[in-house]
């Protein structure tokens, strides 16, 4: 589970206000836009009912896809920082060859 420690608020990707305020804002925006576009003119009356439908929908799914977005975050391993195979030092040409000599010492740039 998520590193919560009781008395501290919790982060914002562990804390629920994240998703609500990321799917608040897509249900605004969707109200508003079906508010403009689905009257047809400004000589129609606005269809309010179709806004607050469109604006649940836009709610729920973006809550929906943001939770499940948080849920499947997964911190990378630590080695995996160290530069300890991918970025090799170009100061060091016989590095990473077959049958060269490895060393386990790490150059300044070695995570560059």
């Not at 973006?62 to 975050?73: D, F, G, I, Q, R």
Request: without cysteine; positive net charge; charged residues 20%.
């Amino acid at each position: 589970m998520a590193d919560q420690t009781p008395g501290e608020p919790r982060k914002m990707r562990t804390s629920v206000k994240g998703p609500l305020m990321f799917s608040a804002f897509f249900a605004v925006l969707a109200f508003v836009a079906v508010l403009i576009f689905a009257s047809g003119g400004s000589a129609r009356a606005p269809r309010f009912d179709l806004a607050f439908t469109g604006a649940g929908i836009a709610f729920i799914v973006s809550l929906v896809v943001a939770a499940m977005l948080s849920m499947s975050h997964k911190e990378n391993a630590d080695h995996l920082g160290k530069g300890s195979g991918v970025n090799l030092s170009s100061k060091r040409p016989g590095h990473g060859r077959p049958g060269a000599p490895d060393s386990e010492t790490e150059t300044p740039d070695a995570g560059h």
